[in-house]
C-alpha cells in the first residue's frame, strides 16, 4: 500500500513507523506513482519491485534494517497544465460527505506552492516555487466536476487563490462565460484582493472567502512571519462584505 500528500511528504518517517503503509509517495506523485502501479503490475510484491521504488520520489523501509530512508522528493518537470484532468468519474460520489453552502461540493487546487514565510505552514517545509494552472485548463476541470460529480458547488483550495491578480480576473471572466451558475469559495489572504477584484469575483459565484488572519496581535503576527499586519487585515474584511461575499477569518492556535 502506497499513502501520499502534503503531510506524508513532510514527515514521511513517522507515517511509515506509525502505519501499515508500505511506501510514501513523497513530492509530487502524478508521475512516479503511474510508474509504481506499472512496476507492481510488472513484477509484484517481490524485493525487485521495491528496488525499483529506491529513487526520488519515495520513503520506504530498508530491505536490512526495516527503517524508513527516504529518497528525497519528486517534482514533475512539466507545465501544471501538461497534467491530465482528475478522473473524478472513479470516486463514489454517495461517500463523499463535503458540502458547501449546504450542497455536495467538489475541490480542487489551481496552483501550487506559496511565496510567503509563514512558520506554521506545511508549505514552509514542501513546496515554496509557485505554478499555477491557466484559466483554461481549470474551466475544463470544472466542465469535468459538473459530469462525474454533477454539482455546482466548488471549494478552491489553493494557499492563496488570489495571488496572482490578472490570473484571478482572467479565471472569474471565463467562469461566468462558462459557467454562471457556479458556487465557489476560496482561502487567500488580506494583502492579496482589492474592491474590484472582490465585485468581479462576487459575479462569478464567489459566495464565501476565507481569509488567514491568524491573529488580532501585532507581536503573534510578526512572530509566525505572516507578513501581514492587523492594520492589513480589517481594511480587505471591510471590503468584503459590502462586494456580496461573505467572509470568514481563519486563527492559528498559537
Known sequence: TCCGGAHPTVEPHSVLSRSQ???VAVGEAERTFVELVGDYERLGHTDAFFDTLRRPGFCLRDSR?????NHGKAFNDCTLDELALPDRGLVDWSRYTRTLNGQRCA???????????CVFCATEHHERRVRFHSPEYV?????????????????FLDDTLT???SRMVRLCELIIEHHPDLIWRGWTRADAVDQGLLHLMRKSGCYALCYGVESGNARMLRRIR?????????????????????CRERKSDL
Do not use: W, Y
Not at 534494517?65 to 530512508?69: M, Q
Not at 475541490?107 to 514565510?117: A, I
Not at 466542465?143 to 466548488?154: C, G, M
Open 139 to 155: 474551466i475544463r476541470e470544472l466542465d469535468s466536476i459538473k459530469r462525474a460529480v454533477n454539482t455546482n458547488h466548488v471549494l
Open 107 to 117: 475541490v480542487l487546487m489551481t496552483s501550487r506552492g506559496c511565496p510567503h514565510q
Open 21 to 23: 503503509f508500505d511506501v
Open 65 to 69: 534494517t526495516g527503517k524508513a530512508v
Open 163 to 165: 495571488l496572482n491578480r
Open 226 to 246: 505572516k507578513g501581514t499586519t492587523v492594520a492589513m487585515n480589517r481594511p480587505a474584511i471591510e471590503m468584503t462584505k459590502p462586494a456580496g461575499i461573505k
